[in-house]
């Protein structure tokens, strides 16, 4: 009988095939899980060489599957950018920011995220007059919390080449003041104008940013990632190449899935399905953006926002675009993932996938719509119909104060924000994810938010109808995610002959109050059947 390498024994084994943990024995061999069972029958597999790690009570179950982030982008903000999360005015941010460049002499720019200035007291957007005062000859360029605006100062304008004759780019704005003179305000694609600029690492800084979000994984137990396209503002930080390198290394303690973007560049696309095409690393499919975010009003509505009824928001790009590219791309073969926010942005998506399967005929595809804020309910039934996946950040709707988005829409569909159970239990295949950075990498806090609908207070909850159980979103967060790239088969439950991508918790999370969710923390993570992240207070035997 081949004998295992390691042994895992828990009373709480989380296997993703039924409800509840199981007291079970877990052996793995090489890379694979050899046999999960009693620990009595899997006694069989031990030798003299098998480590033995029997954690009682401790809950045991797949590695987090985030199937929706930002890589490198989120390496940059954990790692080399100033958080204003806390800030409270433009003022203090300016402040904070100060004191953050003094430490920081040798860098070109300074780069920070997290405000939002829907949480100040004075509710208007930030302009570059603040920032100058503080920062007179060095570039400085904030990113909002959502990523889809962004807020320099006069220097980062001037290196930009942006001037009072600047047109705003395809689907960006640069915000102007009744002068004609820019504000420092960029949204959506504006903000590559010094992005641009902003990004242009070296080689070395792109190598710790991956380093930094491999070892940030390890330690929340996630082992497996959809590295989706970030927008246009922020092409520059793609770095696929660096990835291969990692893998090549032997370094890649993660599985990466890639999402380039849908463009209409189906031969480069083809070029990297082909390129990247291993267990570790591989093209996944392809994701564009179909509208952009509630609080900037440009999440595309069916119906014009209440406190601003000129506008519904609007498309990055038209219907027909859309369409031809995402006929195309299906007809290749490829997956698609696109940003939906808006209830119009939902329903259109949808509407293009359809068009694609009338076009080219069904198939497995696979194709998701991201985020979902607002819904029309009419849409719900139509994701199981069409075989389309609702990706899904439980956390999002607890991400700013509601107000962010009731006072936006009518009273009517509001129990349709930011839905999650609903669309879980039509019968849809869903996944869960992050979208690190724009919330923590943590798969803790969206686990708690999607069994609680707690919003940002912690306090109050929030149409708590689309609260979920905790074998529901442990279950998106693993198995719906390895579906979400076609590998149920290799990933995202306890199986014999699957991929050993296991995590050992230091708490049953099925016998615990839910606020305990919060305060969960990782102890083994074993990637591949190697452990990548380990705490010592872990019982090991021979």
Not at 31 to 42: G, T
Not at 509 to 525: A, K, M, R, S
Request: aromatic share 10%; net charge negative; proline share 5%.
């Amino acid at each position: 009988m081949t004998k295992a390498d390691v042994i895992i024994i828990s009373d709480a084994v989380f296997t993703g095939l039924k409800d509840k943990p199981e007291p079970l024995a877990v052996a793995v061999k090489d890379h694979k899980i050899l046999a999960v069972d009693l620990k009595e029958k899997i006694a069989n597999f031990k030798d003299e060489q098998t480590k033995v790690i029997d954690v009682g009570n401790k809950l045991v179950m797949p590695g987090f599957h985030d199937a929706h982030l930002h890589i490198m982008l989120g390496s940059l903000f954990s790692h080399y950018c100033v958080s204003l999360a806390d800030v409270k005015s433009a003022e203090e941010a300016a402040s904070v920011v100060r004191e953050y460049a003094e430490s920081q002499p040798d860098r070109p720019w300074i780069i920070g995220t997290g405000w939002d200035h829907t949480a100040w007291d004075q509710k208007e957007f930030p302009d570059r007059w603040v920032l100058d005062q503080e920062f007179p000859h060095r570039p400085v360029m904030l990113l909002h919390a959502e990523g889809h605006y962004g807020w320099v100062n006069s220097k980062a304008l001037e290196i930009a080449g942006i001037t009072r004759e600047t047109k705003n780019p395809e689907y960006g704005i640069i915000y102007k003041d009744g002068n004609g003179e820019p504000t420092g305000i960029l949204i959506e694609t504006a903000i590559a104008l010094a992005a641009d600029f902003a990004y242009d690492f070296p080689k070395g800084q792109l190598r710790d940013m991956v380093d930094q979000f491999l070892q940030h994984a390890a330690k929340l137990g996630v082992t497996s990632v959809n590295d989706l396209y970030a927008s246009r503002a922020h092409e520059k930080l793609e770095a696929y190449s660096v990835y291969k390198e990692f893998e090549e290394e032997g370094k890649l303690s993660c599985r990466f899935h890639l999402y380039p973007p849908l463009n209409g560049d189906l031969e480069q696309a083809k070029k990297l399905r082909e390129q990247y095409s291993s267990d570790k690393l591989r093209l996944a499919g392809l994701k564009q953006f179909i509208d952009g975010v509630v609080t900037g009003y440009t999440a595309y509505m069916l119906d014009p926002y209440t406190d601003k009824p000129e506008t519904k928001g609007e498309t990055a790009y038209t219907a027909e675009q859309l369409e031809v590219w995402v006929t195309e791309a299906d007809k290749e073969g490829f997956q698609i993932r696109f940003h939906t926010i808006g209830d119009g942005a939902v329903r259109l998506g949808l509407d293009l996938y359809e068009k694609a399967q009338q076009v080219n005929g069904r198939r497995d595809a696979r194709h998701a719509l991201e985020h979902i804020e607002v819904i029309a309910p009419e849409d719900i039934t139509r994701f199981k119909e069409l075989g389309v996946m609702p990706s899904i950040q439980p956390y999002h709707m607890a991400l700013m104060p509601r107000e962010s988005h009731t006072t936006r829409v009518g009273e009517e569909k509001q129990p349709y924000i930011y839905p999650n159970a609903s669309l879980l239990r039509s019968g849809a295949e869903v996944s869960y994810s992050s979208d690190y950075p724009i919330v923590p990498l943590e798969p803790m806090i969206e686990i708690y938010h999607a069994v609680t609908r707690k919003d940002f207070t912690l306090n109050e909850t929030w149409n708590e109808q689309e609260r979920v159980t905790l074998a529901e979103a442990l279950k998106a967060y693993t198995s719906g995610s390895a579906y979400s790239v076609f590998r149920e088969n290799e990933l995202g439950t306890i199986e014999t002959n699957k991929l050993a991508d296991l995590i050992v918790l230091d708490r049953n999370l099925f016998e615990v109050p839910q606020q305990e969710i919060l305060e969960t923390e990782v102890e083994i993570t074993f990637m591949n059947g190697e452990i990548v992240w380990e705490k010592t207070s872990v019982a090991v035997s021979k």
